[in-house]
């Protein structure tokens, strides 16, 4: 069993930055892919990022390219979502989450993922 905590979230201005954090107990990311989902009201949850934790490859939703960075530190089992040059739609509540399979196949698949953090809000005012 892993446990997911996000943190990072908050109200911030279009162009701003914010890190998130997501930090995993009970075990370790090592044999699992992680990433980062995102839901805003009445929308689906939708694809943001993942890595690879064995090999730190990455995979990232088109619409975040550039803007967004994931990353992980192995010594504190932790994985970042660095958001730079916010806009006013990346308003949403964004959600960790792990799973065995590829950084990939979590992008293309959410039902790939086996964990989920309970969600940290993340506004952009304009």
């Known amino acids: 069993q892993v446990q997911l905590v996000e943190s990072g979230g908050g109200l911030v201005q279009a162009g701003d930055s914010l890190r998130l954090s997501c930090a995993a107990s009970g075990r370790t990311f090592s044999t699992f892919s992680a990433g980062w989902f995102r839901q805003a009201p009445g929308k689906e949850r939708e694809f943001v990022a993942a890595?690879?934790?064995?090999?730190?490859?990455?995979y990232y939703a088109d619409s975040i390219k550039g803007r967004f960075t994931i990353s992980r530190d192995n010594a504190k089992n932790t994985v970042y979502l660095q958001m730079n040059s916010l806009k006013p739609e990346d308003t949403a509540v964004y959600y960790c989450?792990?799973?065995?399979?590829?950084?990939?196949?979590?992008?293309?698949?959410?039902?790939?993922?086996?964990?989920w953090g309970q969600g940290t809000q993340v506004t952009v005012s304009s």
């Open positions: 890595l690879n934790w064995r090999d730190g490859g990455t």
């Open positions: 989450a792990a799973g065995r399979s590829t950084a990939q196949a979590m992008g293309n698949n959410r039902k790939t993922v086996d964990y």
